[in-house]
């Protein structure tokens, strides 16, 4: 069952609407970026109550202080109360942000994720955490927070380049991976063309908001969500420094190929399925090109993963196709020579 602040929705303006006049908020303000503000706001905002609208830019290079900071002047000039509402209307990198820009004005308003890409619809809107990036480091500054509703319709997807649901769905593996061998076998059969949506987001959404409920802080089980993270997070934030920007899923994608290497070696994973985890994300993503110098830089950056204690740098490894465990220890070798594997992949 899931929880009571997750809605999926077939008429997201009239569910949207019950909900804001049933809580009577003070003022409602809405957030999108320049792509949801033309897409996906003209589909919401004759429903809504009178509101106001914010807009930012859109992408990963915005989610930082400096946009947050721009959010808050505009919250504050629109003279927003502790009895407001922000509606969030973005994929993942603006659910983040504007869910950590509401979490923390004022000591914190109510704010509604109504997430509209398949990434965000899948992973980041569920489970409360909220963050932006920091001295090019992946959500290094946040919180955890709930948002009051999280709406889910399925009709934003139609909005999507394809690079968008590409991304989006190397959640969906990560999830299969660690928890389902059956639907990572029924969805390895098949293109990215060809994948149900719907079914994926229940499934998706299902198994996080199960895993978060039972771990909402990520004391333990939550972290087995992290699969694949620790590698591509660093490799994500260093191609972004570098002006070189890839999209979350495909540095997940990366991530996964790499600690399931790592989890090979160690006898966790056989050979073969690492390699038919390998060529099916190859198939779906592609290849990123990682030179010498590149593959240093990035291991380097896993030093700073959120997820490491003392000088410890830990990991989720796959045990098995649909197991993992979490708080694996790595190393700095380790990674380099995970990195190298991925680069001397044949498409």
């Known amino acids: 069952m899931l929880p009571d602040n997750i809605l999926f929705s077939e008429n997201p303006s009239n ?9 009577n908020y003070s003022t409602v303000v809405v957030l999108a970026d320049h792509n949801t503000a033309k897409a996906c706001y003209p589909s919401i905002s004759d429903s809504l109550p009178t509101h106001s609208l914010i807009t930012v830019g ?24 502790r009895h407001a509402c922000m509606v969030v209307l973005g994929g993942g990198v603006l659910g983040d942000m504007g869910g950590f820009c509401a979490a ?21 809107s569920i489970g409360g955490k909220l963050g932006i990036d920091f001295d090019n480091f992946k959500n290094h500054i946040g919180v955890f927070q709930q ?18 649901l590409r991304s989006g769905f190397a959640e969906i593996i990560k999830h299969t991976l660690i928890s389902d061998k059956a639907m990572w076998t029924h969805i390895s059969t098949l293109p990215l063309a060809s994948q149900n949506w ?25 972290k087995i969500l992290n699969a694949g993270h620790t590698i591509g997070h660093a ?13 979350h899923g495909e540095a997940i ?24 985890m390998a060529d099916y994300i190859l198939k779906i993503f592609g290849k990123v090109s990682l030179d010498d110098q590149q593959i240093e830089a990035a291991s380097r950056l ?40 991925y680069r001397t992949l044949q498409m």
């Open 253 to 276: 994608a990366i991530g996964l190929i790499a600690e399931g290497y790592i989890a090979e070696q160690r006898g966790l994973l056989s050979s073969q399925e690492l390699h038919a």
């Open 235 to 247: 490799v994500e934030s260093y191609l972004l420094a570098s002006g070189h920007r890839i999209l």
């Open 15 to 23: 569910d949207l609407l019950i909900f804001l006049q049933k809580k």
């Open 198 to 222: 719907t079914t994926l987001v229940k499934h998706s959404v299902a198994f996080k908001a199960r895993v978060t409920t039972e771990d909402p802080k990520e004391k333990g089980l939550r």
């Open 147 to 164: 948002p009051a509703l999280t709406l889910l319709y399925s009709g934003f997807l139609k909005t999507l380049p394809e690079a968008e």
């Open 302 to 341: 896993t030093v700073q993963d959120k997820k490491n204690k003392g000088n410890k740098i830990l990991c989720v490894l796959q045990e098995g196709i649909g197991n993992a465990r979490w708080d694996q220890e790595i190393n700095f070798e380790e990674v380099k020579q995970a990195l190298t594997f």
């Open 104 to 124: 923390t004005y004022k000591r914190g308003i109510d704010f509604v994720l109504v997430p509209t890409t398949l990434l965000a619809q899948t992973d980041a």
């Open 58 to 81: 859109a992408g990963e290079e915005f989610k930082n202080l400096g946009t947050c900071t721009t959010i808050w002047q505009q919250m504050t000039n629109l003279h927003l109360d």
